[in-house]
């Protein structure tokens, strides 16, 4: 069966006027539109396409990489709105419905929005909601510190930045240094600190433990290789802006990895600051 707001592994079947239609294992026929076609396309050939509605509600492929797809969530440009809703730009030649009902707020065109991508059932079409919070998972099991997640940034609190956890979990990176640059949309690797009573996470944008050590110690070595005398003037002395602004690291991950790096003998620490040692 062809999902829709999906990439499906389809095979190339004929070519028609319109285009060609590409089936799956159970010989369901879906267009790819001319426009979209490459000059190498023949018959046989199999292809992960995405599918979703035309204009005219016809199920149809296409060669793009939306900025969403379907149970997944993003941050999108509202292109335009309606009497019903807000047209979001996702990246494909129809854009992706807002519906007044799912967005708390009053919107305006040319602004971005967070939002959950889903298949409403009545409908039977691709819609978006504002209401993102309603289609988190709770999270029901134990996670290790120091385990790491694909996440995207969801919405900026007092506290913090909740992000989402592979698609399903929440988490919280709290406001400090580190954090400072991000915002809704960016995608990156966190890592769980702790996990609190209530089984809420929170997270960090570095790995933690041993694993930060060794990460750190080797980011710090890579920029001291970079530098032509091997030095950094930089040290456990330096203020955490004067060693932000060399290592992108806080004071506490820097000072971890120059401890590891003298143990190992890979570098001497000088009046002015740290070199490495040939």
Known sequence: ??????????QASHKTPQGWYFTDEEGTEVLLPNAEITPDLEQGVTMSLFCYLDHEERPVLSLKKPKVIRDHFGYLKIADRSKNGYFLDWGLQKQLFLPYRESSEDLEVDSSVFIHCYLDELSGRLVASKRWKR????ITESIIPGTSFQAI???????????????????????????????????????VIRQREDLKVDLSLHPVGLKALEEGAMSLLK???AEPKGFLPIHDKSSPDEIYKLTQMSKKLFK????????????SIEARGIRLLQ
Not at 1 to 10: A, D, H, Q, V, W
């Open 153 to 191: 940034v969801a919405s900026r609190s007092d506290l913090g930045f909740e992000c989402i956890l592979e698609g399903k979990w929440l988490g919280l990176v709290y406001h400090d240094r580190d954090s400072a640059h991000l915002k809704r949309g960016d995608e990156l690797t966190l890592y």
């Open 135 to 138: 289609f988190i998972e709770p």
């Open 223 to 225: 920029l001291l290789k």
């Open 1 to 10: 069966m062809i999902g829709l707001g999906l990439y499906n592994e389809l």
């Open 256 to 267: 971890k990895a120059v401890g590891g790096l003298l143990k190992s003998k890979k570098i």
